[in-house]
């Protein structure tokens, strides 16, 4: 019973990981891209001082080089598997993709929560409350959304 539990949820975690992959891969997007506007928005939000700004800066910039080579193991990765197609099924591979997809992510996810917490620790206290309030309507929104979609696909046309 929960081998197959971590075996699904390898298999979901390694197609979740390809889908972030393609999207990051296209042009114009991408950790660098992505994160010049979020501290843009976390310096208007949280009113970050200079100092704050500059240590923030500094902070992703380091975990920019730490999460780029994981990215790009991601779409070696992804691009491998793609290139072994052919129609019939091989469990074993797929299993070693999973696998190979769900460390990388695993990885992804510690560097994130890193830079996180290296982020909080720049923060005054009001600055870190506010910014669990953003996240929390942030996250409301989403299910919401999700909500909204799941009802949607639900609904006969």
């Known amino acids: 019973m929960h081998?197959?539990?971590?075996i699904t949820a390898a298999l979901v975690l390694a197609v979740a990981a390809g889908l972030a992959t393609n999207a990051l891969a296209q042009p114009g997007r991408g950790f660098g891209h992505h994160r010049g506007g979020m501290l843009k928005h976390m310096a208007k939000q949280l009113n970050l001082t200079e100092?704050?700004?500059?240590?923030?800066?500094?902070?992703?910039?380091?975990?920019?080089?730490?999460i780029q080579p994981l990215m790009q193991q991601l779409r070696q990765n992804q691009q491998e598997q793609n290139a072994n197609i052919n129609g019939s099924f091989n469990e074993n591979q797929a299993r070693t993709f999973a696998g190979k997809q769900t460390q990388?992510?695993?990885?992804?996810?510690?560097?994130?929560?890193r830079m996180r917490s290296e982020v909080y620790a720049v923060l005054t206290p009001e600055q870190r409350q506010k910014a669990q309030q953003l996240m929390?309507?942030?996250?409301?929104?989403?299910q919401e959304r999700m909500k909204q979609h799941a009802e949607q696909t639900q609904t006969p046309k």
Do not use: P, W, Y
């Open 51 to 66: 100092a704050q700004q500059t240590q923030i800066k500094g902070i992703m910039a380091s975990e920019k080089t730490k």
């Open 136 to 142: 929390q309507e942030r996250q409301q929104r989403r």
């Open 104 to 113: 990388i992510m695993s990885d992804l996810i510690v560097e994130r929560q």
């Open 3 to 6: 081998k197959k539990f971590f």
